[in-house]
């Protein structure tokens, strides 16, 4: 078992980046990832959940330059932006398209992660996204990929893996990648954003409906049942010991079971 793949979403929603290294940031989340979130003038986050219409939002980065290069879908025109020093260009990019005043926050302790309790990277193995993209005729596992937006991924294990490192509340389960010590807390609860097609925003028809179904007859026997009063739930949460800040996740790291970590 390794680290396969790593993935930054540097701001919240739009598309990721794969990076070979990420450290690990004070908060528990990798560094620069969701490190912005767009939001209105009331302070509400403009994300995924909330507008389909962000997915048709293309964006590349250059971390080491700290630019974004913004585009819309199925349109030709391109824009880069630096991340620090044209902040209000940038806004005003967004502004535009969105059609209402948007704005850029940061967060360089833990970035805004949709679970703030279990701050972590997100975890799938490689073969959980191929066999869910099995499950949709036409679909791919880029496309899974995409959908599921998962920050880490493991080759070398069978399907769900990653559900034998679910706890139970208030318990967790620890391993290791690399030098990282991690802790496996609960699993993703999938909201709208992975039933749209991940560049166009399209919906894809009955997919919860089917996902359900699917995950429930397929559920391996060392997912612990409590942790899925239903089943649209993929990935795992983690959390990480303060003590595992600055430390660097790397591609190939191995596998394994922890023995004693410390509890964040």
């Known amino acids: 078992m390794h680290l396969s793949n790593i993935l930054l979403y540097p701001i919240k929603s739009l598309d990721g980046i794969a990076v070979e290294t990420a450290s690990i940031l004070p908060g528990g989340s990798l560094a620069h990832d969701r490190e912005f979130a767009l939001v209105d003038e009331m302070g509400r986050v403009v994300n995924a959940k909330r507008t389909a219409q962000i997915q048709r939002i293309r ?61 972590g990277p997100t975890l799938v193995s490689v073969a959980t996204l191929e066999t869910v993209a099995a499950w949709f005729p036409g679909s791919t596992l880029e496309e899974m990929r995409d959908r599921f937006r998962s920050n880490l991924e493991i080759a070398g294990t069978p399907p769900f893996w990653e559900d034998q490192l679910l706890a139970k509340p208030g318990e967790v389960v620890p391993f290791q990648i690399g030098e990282v010590t991690l802790l496996g807390n609960n699993p993703c609860q999938r909201c709208v954003v992975p039933t749209r097609h991940p560049q166009t925003a399209a919906v894809t028809a009955q997919f919860q409906n089917r996902f359900s179904a699917l995950r429930s007859e397929t559920l391996p026997d060392w997912a612990p049942i409590s942790r899925f009063n239903y089943f649209y739930k993929l990935t795992l949460n983690t959390k990480v010991p303060t003590t595992e800040a600055g430390k660097v996740l790397r591609l190939g790291d191995g596998v394994k079971l922890a023995v004693s970590p410390e509890q964040p």
């Open 59 to 119: 964006s590349t980065y250059d971390l080491a330059a700290r630019t974004v290069t913004l585009g819309v879908q199925g349109e030709y025109s391109r824009q880069t932006f630096h991340l620090d020093h044209e902040r209000s260009l940038l806004e005003a990019w967004f502004s535009d398209y969105f059609g209402y005043p948007v704005w850029l926050q940061q967060n360089l302790h833990m970035g805004f992660p949709d679970d703030t309790d279990a701050s």
